[in-house]
Nanobody, 118 residues
Framework: QVQVVESGGGLVQPGGSLRLSCAAS????????MGWYRQAPGKQRELVAT???????NYADSVKGRFTISRDNAKNTVYLQMNSLKPEDTAVYYC????????????WGQGTQVTVSS
């Protein structure tokens, strides 16, 4: 079962950048698709980006061209580089193992808060 620890969030102005990290304690990490999700206040959690074992990535339309997901299998870590941040990107960001197209597997971590505001 996966356990994850997210980090790297913070307060940033619109147009700024942040890099999130997710350290996963998961055997055979390199074999699994991993994903970043986010939950804004009053909204459902949504999938933001996924990366497969072959490093094929997919993104929600709202973040395409601005966010980049990557992974370091030697460190069991997944990253989310977020550029050109907008106020609507404000949310708690979570990572998890992904099954199928978007189904999270295992317990959620504590997440990391991203706030985009001037």
């Amino acid at each position: 079962q996966v356990q994850v620890v997210e980090s790297g969030g913070g307060l940033v102005q619109p147009g700024g950048s942040l890099r999130l990290s997710c350290a996963a304690s998961l055997s055979f990490f390199s074999l699994y698709t991993m994903g970043w999700y986010r939950q804004a206040p009053g909204k459902q959690r949504e999938l933001v980006a996924t990366i497969t074992k072959t490093s094929t990535s997919n993104y929600a339309d709202s973040v395409k061209g601005r966010f980049t997901i990557s992974r370091d299998n030697a460190k069991n870590t997944v990253y989310l580089q977020m550029n050109s941040l907008k106020p609507e990107d404000t949310a708690v960001y979570y990572c998890n193992r992904v099954a199928g197209l978007a189904t999270p597997v295992g317990p959620w971590g504590q997440g990391t808060q991203v706030t985009v505001s001037s």
